[in-house]
């Protein structure tokens, strides 16, 4: 018997076309879309289906993956009858996993992921970036950054030898010198437009706090794995405080996926745009089928395969 993560990305996996197929195949898909259309206040068909320059702007791009997401998973599990044992989403995609989760009903979730974008959009200050460190252990990373004067901490745990930093410019770029000196094949500056996951963003974290007080948070049908703490939430009261201490925390997704692996999840479905998540995986246990679906055809090859 196979047990099942769905893992939902986050955002850099953006791209005009995501999820059109679906939109095109069914009336699921299109009433998802609808209905993030009318609780974001976009034109989500628009967003995600023609070129744009507001796709790649965090205050949109948040929406529209989220919209993709969901209608993915919708038509995913309507068609196949494939669930998910337990799920979990990168940075925006946990809020993939809480709709998967039965946290959150999809009009609540785009609305509060609209505000989610926006607020992190407004609170990106001047002088704020994000690297990825490739080739060195976390500890030293951590003790580098503890080290380094000014503000930089972890964004991301993503896989072994990956990791992103995060905070004030110079304070990113000193860490960054000092991280190639300990041994980091490479530090890439990111094109980004903020740093994101980092104490910079606290401001936006409490805002986010007021919208979600307006929101029904129901039981956990399925378990998830929270960003911040990389266990399982227990208790829908904990959702809250998660996710606002989400948006300036550090995102554990290595350590995410090690728990699942660890309780014996053997198929992990990555679901919405990219195969960002299903590279992750590959370094963390190539041992595991890993399923990425972001097409139509990407659905009926892997429930052919996760049903066999």
């Known amino acids: 018997m196979k047990k099942i993560a769905f893992m939902f990305p986050g955002q850099g996996s953006q791209y005009v076309g995501m999820g059109q197929d679906f939109y095109e195949n069914s009336e699921t898909a299109k009433e998802v879309f609808g209905l993030?259309?009318?609780?974001?206040?976009?034109?989500?068909?628009?967003?995600?289906?023609?070129?744009?320059?507001?796709?790649?702007i965090t205050e949109y791009t948040q929406a529209a993956i989220l919209a993709a997401e969901a209608a993915i998973l919708k038509v995913f599990e309507e068609t196949t009858g494939i669930h998910p044992d337990v799920c979990a989403g990168l940075s925006l995609g946990e809020y993939g996993a809480l709709i998967a989760s039965g946290v959150l009903s999809l009009k609540d979730a785009f609305y509060v992921i609209r505000k989610r974008g926006i607020f992190m959009q407004e609170a990106v200050p001047t002088g704020g970036a994000m690297s990825a460190v490739l080739g060195l252990d976390a500890q030293k990373i951590e003790e580098i950054c503890?080290?380094?004067?000014?503000?930089?901490?972890?964004?991301?745990?993503?896989?072994?030898?990956?990791?992103?930093?995060?905070?004030?410019?110079?304070?990113?770029?000193?860490?960054?010198?000092?991280m190639k000196e300990a041994g980091a094949k490479r530090v890439v500056p990111l094109k980004v437009?903020?740093?994101?996951?980092?104490?910079?963003?606290?401001?936006?974290?409490?805002?986010?706090?007021?919208?979600?007080?307006?929101?029904?948070?129901?039981?956990?049908?399925?378990?998830?794995?929270?960003?911040?703490?990389?266990?399982?939430?227990?208790?829908s009261s904990m959702v809250k405080e998660?996710?606002?201490?989400?948006?300036?925390?550090?995102?554990?997704?290595?350590?995410?996926?090690?728990?699942?692996?660890?309780?014996?999840?053997?198929?992990?479905?990555?679901?919405?745009?990219g195969k960002t998540l299903s590279g992750f995986m590959r370094k963390i246990d190539r041992s595991v089928s890993v399923y990425n679906i972001e097409k139509w055809e990407d659905m009926e090859k892997a429930a052919e395969k996760i049903k066999a």
Not at 147 to 159: D, K, M, P, Q, W
Not at 217 to 228: E, K, L, M
């Open 36 to 56: 993030a259309s009318k609780s974001t206040g976009l034109e989500m068909e628009s967003l995600c289906f023609e070129e744009n320059e507001k796709i790649n």
């Open 193 to 235: 437009s903020g740093p994101f996951h980092s104490k910079m963003l606290t401001d936006a974290g409490e805002r986010l706090g007021k919208v979600l007080d307006e929101v029904t948070i129901s039981d956990i049908r399925v378990p998830y794995i929270a960003n911040y703490t990389a266990d399982y939430v227990t208790d």
């Open 242 to 273: 998660l996710l606002v201490k989400q948006v300036s925390g550090s995102v554990r997704w290595q350590q995410t996926i090690e728990r699942f692996l660890a309780d014996g999840v053997d198929t992990f479905v990555e679901i919405g745009p």
């Open 146 to 178: 503890n080290h380094t004067e000014g503000l930089v901490s972890i964004a991301n745990y993503n896989c072994p030898g990956q990791i992103v930093i995060t905070g004030e410019s110079g304070a990113v770029e000193a860490a960054a010198e000092a």
